[in-house]
C-alpha cells in the first residue's frame, strides 16, 4: 500500500484524524472503536478547469509545469499544485515549494510543508524549521513538524528534541516526529530522552507516537539503558492502552527472560486484540521460546482466544526459534489434523514449519482435511507440499491440479509440480502427464491458471518436451481481446524463450498495441528474439487518467459499501485528495469487478487486503497501473489505502488499516477511512470473501 487532493481549505482539517473521546468502550477482546471523523458540508472543486489542469499534470508527472502553477494568484492553484508535487517528488521543486512556506494562504503554506516532508531537502529541513518558529496557524504547524520528522537532518534533527508544542494534535506530530528522527539514527541522545519524556506522559495519543520509535526500531542499543523506565511505563499503563503495542514489541526485542511474566500477562488480560497479537509476537526469540511457560501460553491463545487474529500471532511466534522441540511439533501435527477446523488459519504457519521437519504424512492428510473446509487452506498447502519430496506429493499436486473445484488450487498446483519436475526429472509419464495439465489451462483455464501454464510451458524442461511449441500454436493472433492483459503479457513474454521466426510473427501485431503494458511486453519480446529495438515508439505517460465526468458525477463525499461475509464495512472516499484512486476503484465497483473476490491477504494487527479481481492469488492486477497519489490522509485504523510494489504501480488492490502504521504515510496512496463497520473489520480474516462492493453518492 499516496494521493492527490483539491483544493477546498475547509475539509482539509478534518485529515489529521485526531480520535476523540466515544461514549462507552469496546466489549472485552475487541478493539475500541475507529475515530469519528464527521466531514464538514464541501462541495466538489472539479468544477475549476485550472485544478483538473494540475491533477492531469501531477497524473502526467510534468514537474515543471506544475512548478510554474506555484506562482499563480489563485491560492486553491498555488496549493493544488504544491500537493501535485508531494505525489511527483521533483528535487527542482524544492526552491519554489520553500517560498510558499511564508505565503498569504494559510492552506497553500500548509501544502507546501505536506510536499518538502515528500523528498529529501538539500537544507536539512533548516526553512521548516525557520518557518516553524513565526507560524501560528495550527493546521500548518502540524505539518510543518511532520515534514521535519520525515526529512530532518544534522543539527535541525536535533532541535526538534528542545521544541515546545502546543497540547493535543500539535504534540502528538511531534512525539511521531521525533519517533522518525530517532528511527533514522538521527538527533542524538536528546531526542531519546523526549521520547522518553513523552512516553511516561498524560497524553494517551502522545503516548503510543512517542512509543512508536520503541517498537519499531528493532533493536535496543540506543535506549537500553533505560528500559526500567519503558517497564514501568508498560506496568502502569490499563489493558486498552495502544501504546502496550509498541512497548512489548520493544522489550521483546531484549530477549530478556525476566520479560517472560510480563508477556503472558498482556497477552492473557490485554482487552484489545491488537494488544494481545502484540503480546505473542513480542515472545518470540529463541531464550523466550526454550520456556515451556511462554509455549503452554502461546498455546492457550492458539486455541481458546476469543479472537483468531491473535490465535494466529501466537501459532507464528510458536513456530520460530532454532528448533521447535520435538513435543512442540508433535503438538502441531495433533492440532492441525483433530484441532477444530474453524481455526484453519492458525494453522498455516504450523504446515510452514512442519514441512521443515518433513513431517510429510502430516502435511497430505491436513492438505486433503481442508479440501472439505476451504480452497484457500489447500492453496496455502499445496505451497508448502511442493517443498516437499516423495512420490506421494507429486500424486496428491497432481490430483489437486486435475480436479480441485478453486482456480487458485489448480493453479498453486500446476506452479508447484513445474518446480517439482523440473527438480526431480522423474518418469517421462509424469513429464508428459504435467505437460498434458499445462495445455488444458493454458486452453481452458481461468486468468490464474492460464498465467501459471504459461510459466511452467515456457521452461526449458518442458519446452523440450513441446512446450515451447504449445505456447507458439496456441496463440490465438491479433484478436485477442477476450484474453486479460495479465495473461496476454505474461504470454508475450514467454514467447521470446521460443526463440523461432513463429514467435517473432507472433508479437508482431502488438507492437503497436494500443494499450501500454502489452505494447511494452511486445516490444521486449520483441528486442529478446531480433537483438533489435522494437521499430513503434513506446507509448509514454500515464496508463489511466482521471475520467472528469465519472468522478463529477460521484460528488464530494461518495461511499464505498463492503458487503462482506461479516457484515457491512462503508468507506468514506476522499476525492478531493486523490481524484484518480477514487474514480478508478468506483468504476471498478460499478462493473461489479470486486464482487466475489477474497481478501487474500490479512495480517493481524496490520492490514487488511484485498481487490485481485484478476488472478484472485495477490499477484493479480487490472492490466494496468495507476499513479500513486500522496495524501495527507495518515494511516490509521480504518483508513483504507492502495497496494503497491513501488511507487506508480497501483492497480486494483486495497487494504484497510487494523492500527496507526506510521510508516505507511507518504509511501501509499491513502484515499478514505471507515466511517462503520469497524467491528466487521476486525472480524474479516485470510480467505474470506467481499460480497458486493458499491460505490454510492452523497446525495
Same mark, same amino acid.
Given at each position: 500500500?499516496?494521493?492527490?487532493?483539491?483544493?477546498?481549505?475547509?475539509?482539509?482539517?478534518? *485529515?489529521?484524524?485526531?480520535?476523540?473521546?466515544?461514549?462507552? $468502550?469496546?466489549?472485552?477482546?475487541?478493539?475500541?472503536?475507529?475515530?469519528?471523523? !464527521? &466531514?464538514?458540508?464541501? /462541495?466538489?472543486?472539479?468544477?475549476?478547469?485550472?485544478?483538473?489542469?494540475?491533477?492531469?499534470?501531477?497524473?502526467?508527472?510534468?514537474?515543471?509545469?506544475?512548478?510554474?502553477?506555484?506562482?499563480?494568484?489563485?491560492?486553491?492553484?498555488?496549493? +493544488?499544485?504544491?500537493?501535485?508535487?508531494?505525489?511527483?517528488?521533483?528535487?527542482?521543486?524544492?526552491? &519554489?515549494?520553500?517560498?510558499?512556506?511564508?505565503?498569504?494562504?494559510?492552506?497553500?503554506?500548509?501544502?507546501?510543508?505536506?510536499?518538502?516532508?515528500?523528498?529529501?531537502?538539500?537544507?536539512?529541513?533548516?526553512?521548516?524549521?525557520?518557518?516553524?518558529?513565526?507560524?501560528?496557524?495550527?493546521? !500548518?504547524?502540524?505539518?510543518?513538524?511532520?515534514?521535519?520528522?520525515?526529512?530532518?537532518?544534522?543539527?535541525?534533527?536535533?532541535?526538534?528534541?528542545?521544541?515546545?508544542?502546543?497540547?493535543?494534535?500539535?504534540?502528538? =506530530?511531534?512525539?511521531?516526529?521525533?519517533?522518525?528522527?530517532?528511527?533514522?539514527?538521527?538527533?542524538?541522545? $536528546?531526542?531519546?530522552?523526549?521520547?522518553?519524556?513523552? %512516553?511516561?506522559?498524560?497524553?494517551?495519543?502522545?503516548?503510543?507516537?512517542?512509543?512508536?520509535?520503541?517498537?519499531?526500531?528493532?533493536?535496543?542499543?540506543?535506549?537500553?539503558?533505560?528500559?526500567?523506565?519503558?517497564?514501568?511505563?508498560?506496568?502502569?499503563?490499563?489493558?486498552?492502552?495502544?501504546?502496550?503495542?509498541? *512497548?512489548?514489541?520493544?522489550?521483546?526485542?531484549?530477549?530478556?527472560?525476566?520479560?517472560?511474566?510480563? @508477556?503472558?500477562?498482556?497477552?492473557?488480560?490485554?482487552?484489545?486484540?491488537?494488544?494481545?497479537?502484540?503480546?505473542?509476537?513480542?515472545?518470540?526469540?529463541?531464550?523466550?521460546?526454550?520456556? /515451556?511457560?511462554?509455549?503452554?501460553?502461546?498455546?492457550?491463545?492458539?486455541?481458546?482466544?476469543?479472537?483468531?487474529?491473535?490465535?494466529?500471532?501466537?501459532?507464528?511466534? @510458536?513456530?520460530?526459534?532454532?528448533?521447535?522441540?520435538?513435543?512442540?511439533?508433535?503438538?502441531?501435527?495433533?492440532?492441525?489434523?483433530?484441532?477444530?477446523?474453524?481455526?484453519?488459519?492458525?494453522?498455516?504457519?504450523?504446515?510452514?514449519?512442519?514441512?521443515?521437519?518433513?513431517?510429510?504424512?502430516?502435511?497430505?492428510?491436513? !492438505?486433503?482435511?481442508?479440501?472439505?473446509?476451504? &480452497?484457500?487452506?489447500?492453496?496455502?498447502?499445496?505451497?508448502?507440499?511442493?517443498?516437499?519430496?516423495?512420490?506421494?506429493?507429486?500424486?496428491? *499436486?497432481?490430483?489437486?491440479?486435475?480436479?480441485?473445484?478453486?482456480?487458485?488450487?489448480?493453479?498453486?498446483?500446476?506452479?508447484?509440480?513445474?518446480?517439482?519436475?523440473?527438480?526431480?526429472?522423474?518418469?517421462?509419464?509424469?513429464?508428459?502427464?504435467?505437460?498434458?495439465?499445462?495445455?488444458?489451462?493454458?486452453?481452458?483455464?481461468?486468468?490464474?491458471?492460464?498465467?501459471?501454464?504459461?510459466?511452467?510451458?515456457?521452461?526449458?524442461?518442458?519446452? %523440450?518436451?513441446?512446450?515451447?511449441?504449445?505456447?507458439?500454436?496456441? @496463440?490465438?493472433?491479433?484478436?485477442?481481446?477476450?484474453?486479460?492483459?495479465?495473461?496476454?503479457?505474461?504470454?508475450?513474454?514467454?514467447?521470446?524463450?521460443?526463440?523461432?521466426?513463429? =514467435?517473432?510473427?507472433?508479437?508482431?501485431? #502488438?507492437?503497436?498495441?494500443?494499450?501500454?503494458?502489452?505494447?511494452?511486453?511486445?516490444?521486449?519480446?520483441?528486442?529478446?528474439?531480433?537483438?533489435?529495438?522494437?521499430?513503434?515508439?513506446?507509448?509514454?505517460?500515464?496508463?489511466?487518467? !482521471?475520467?472528469?465526468?465519472?468522478?463529477?458525477?460521484?460528488?464530494?463525499?461518495?461511499?464505498?459499501?463492503?458487503?462482506?461475509?461479516?457484515?457491512?464495512?462503508?468507506?468514506?472516499?476522499?476525492?478531493?485528495?486523490?481524484?484518480?484512486?477514487?474514480? /478508478?476503484?468506483?468504476?471498478?465497483?460499478?462493473?461489479?469487478? #470486486?464482487?466475489?473476490?477474497?481478501?487474500? +491477504?490479512?495480517? &493481524?494487527?496490520?492490514?487488511?487486503?484485498?481487490?485481485?479481481?484478476?488472478?484472485?492469488?495477490?499477484?493479480?492486477?487490472?492490466?494496468?497501473?495507476? +499513479?500513486?497519489?500522496? /495524501?495527507?490522509?495518515?494511516?490509521?485504523?480504518?483508513?483504507?489505502?492502495?497496494?503497491?510494489?513501488?511507487?506508480?504501480?497501483?492497480?486494483?488492490? #486495497?487494504?484497510?488499516?487494523?492500527?496507526?502504521?506510521?510508516?505507511?504515510? $507518504?509511501?501509499?496512496?491513502?484515499?478514505?477511512?471507515?466511517?462503520?463497520?469497524?467491528?466487521?473489520?476486525?472480524?474479516?480474516?485470510?480467505?474470506?470473501?467481499?460480497?458486493?462492493?458499491?460505490?454510492?453518492?452523497?446525495?
Amino acid at each position: 500500500m499516496v494521493t492527490n487532493r483539491s483544493l477546498p481549505i475547509l475539509p482539509w482539517g478534518l *485529515l489529521l484524524l485526531v480520535a476523540t473521546a466515544c461514549e462507552g $468502550g469496546p466489549e472485552p477482546g475487541e478493539a475500541p472503536a475507529l475515530p469519528p471523523v !464527521v &466531514p464538514e458540508a464541501v /462541495t466538489s472543486p472539479w468544477a475549476s478547469e485550472g485544478l483538473r489542469q494540475i491533477v492531469d499534470l501531477q497524473v502526467e508527472r510534468d514537474a515543471q509545469a506544475l512548478i510554474e502553477r506555484l506562482a499563480d494568484p489563485d491560492p486553491e492553484i498555488r496549493g +493544488r499544485a504544491a500537493l501535485a508535487l508531494a505525489s511527483v517528488q521533483a528535487i527542482e521543486a524544492e526552491g &519554489p515549494l520553500r517560498a510558499l512556506l511564508g505565503d498569504d494562504d494559510s492552506g497553500v503554506r500548509l501544502e507546501a510543508a505536506f510536499a518538502l516532508g515528500q523528498f529529501p531537502l538539500a537544507d536539512d529541513g533548516r526553512a521548516l524549521l525557520d518557518r516553524l518558529g513565526v507560524e501560528d496557524d495550527m493546521s !500548518v504547524r502540524v505539518r510543518l513538524i511532520e515534514a521535519l520528522g520525515k526529512r530532518a537532518g544534522g543539527g535541525v534533527a536535533g532541535a526538534l528534541a528542545t521544541l515546545e508544542a502546543a497540547a493535543g494534535a500539535e504534540s502528538e =506530530a511531534l512525539a511521531l516526529a521525533l519517533s522518525r528522527v530517532a528511527l533514522r539514527q538521527q538527533g542524538g541522545d $536528546g531526542v531519546i530522552e523526549a521520547l522518553l519524556d513523552r %512516553v511516561e506522559g498524560s497524553d494517551a495519543r502522545v503516548r503510543t507516537a512517542a512509543a512508536y520509535y520503541f517498537g519499531r526500531i528493532g533493536n535496543a542499543e540506543r535506549w537500553d539503558a533505560h528500559v526500567d523506565r519503558l517497564r514501568q511505563v508498560l506496568d502502569g499503563l490499563d489493558r486498552d492502552d495502544e501504546a502496550a503495542m509498541h *512497548l512489548l514489541l520493544a522489550l521483546g526485542v531484549r530477549r530478556d527472560r525476566s520479560d517472560e511474566a510480563r @508477556f503472558r500477562s498482556w497477552l492473557q488480560e490485554g482487552s484489545d486484540w491488537r494488544i494481545r497479537a502484540n503480546a505473542a509476537r513480542a515472545m518470540g526469540t529463541v531464550p523466550l521460546l526454550e520456556l /515451556t511457560e511462554v509455549r503452554d501460553a502461546l498455546i492457550e491463545a492458539i486455541v481458546n482466544d476469543p479472537s483468531e487474529h491473535v490465535a494466529v500471532a501466537a501459532a507464528s511466534t @510458536f513456530t520460530l526459534g532454532v528448533v521447535v522441540p520435538v513435543w512442540g511439533q508433535d503438538w502441531m501435527e495433533s492440532w492441525i489434523l483433530e484441532g477444530p477446523v474453524e481455526r484453519w488459519r492458525s494453522h498455516l504457519p504450523m504446515i510452514e514449519a512442519l514441512a521443515s521437519y518433513d513431517r510429510v504424512d502430516a502435511l497430505v492428510a491436513w !492438505v486433503q482435511r481442508m479440501e472439505r473446509v476451504s &480452497p484457500v487452506a489447500v492453496w496455502r498447502g499445496v505451497i508448502q507440499l511442493a517443498t516437499l519430496q516423495g512420490s506421494e506429493t507429486l500424486d496428491l *499436486l497432481e490430483d489437486l491440479a486435475r480436479r480441485s473445484d478453486d482456480a487458485v488450487v489448480r493453479a498453486q498446483a500446476l506452479e508447484g509440480l513445474s518446480d517439482r519436475v523440473m527438480d526431480e526429472l522423474e518418469a517421462e509419464e509424469r513429464v508428459e502427464r504435467v505437460l498434458a495439465l499445462g495445455e488444458r489451462a493454458l486452453e481452458r483455464g481461468e486468468p490464474v491458471e492460464r498465467v501459471r501454464a504459461i510459466e511452467l510451458l515456457a521452461r526449458p524442461t518442458f519446452g %523440450v518436451w513441446g512446450g515451447h511449441d504449445f505456447l507458439v500454436e496456441a @496463440f490465438p493472433g491479433s484478436q485477442v481481446e477476450e484474453i486479460p492483459v495479465p495473461v496476454l503479457t505474461e504470454w508475450l513474454l514467454a514467447l521470446a524463450t521460443v526463440g523461432t521466426p513463429e =514467435a517473432r510473427d507472433r508479437v508482431t501485431p #502488438f507492437l503497436s498495441d494500443a494499450r501500454p503494458r502489452v505494447r511494452r511486453a511486445a516490444a521486449a519480446s520483441w528486442e529478446a528474439l531480433t537483438g533489435q529495438p522494437s521499430p513503434e515508439e513506446p507509448i509514454e505517460g500515464a496508463e489511466r487518467r !482521471v475520467d472528469w465526468v465519472a468522478l463529477e458525477a460521484l460528488g464530494p463525499a461518495p461511499r464505498l459499501h463492503l458487503e462482506t461475509e461479516h457484515g457491512e464495512i462503508v468507506v468514506r472516499l476522499a476525492p478531493e485528495q486523490a481524484p484518480l484512486t477514487v474514480e /478508478t476503484i468506483a468504476s471498478m465497483a460499478a462493473e461489479r469487478l #470486486f464482487d466475489g473476490t477474497r481478501f487474500h +491477504r490479512v495480517v &493481524p494487527n496490520f492490514v487488511v487486503q484485498g481487490g485481485d479481481f484478476s488472478l484472485g492469488d495477490g499477484m493479480g492486477d487490472p492490466g494496468y497501473a495507476i +499513479r500513486s497519489e500522496f /495524501t495527507r490522509i495518515p494511516f490509521e485504523r480504518g483508513v483504507i489505502g492502495m497496494a503497491s510494489s513501488g511507487r506508480d504501480t497501483e492497480g486494483s488492490q #486495497f487494504f484497510l488499516m487494523h492500527s496507526r502504521q506510521p510508516h505507511l504515510d $507518504g509511501g501509499y496512496t491513502a484515499f478514505g477511512w471507515v466511517e462503520s463497520g469497524g467491528e466487521v473489520l476486525d472480524r474479516i480474516m485470510e480467505g474470506d470473501r467481499l460480497l458486493r462492493a458499491r460505490v454510492r453518492t452523497d446525495s
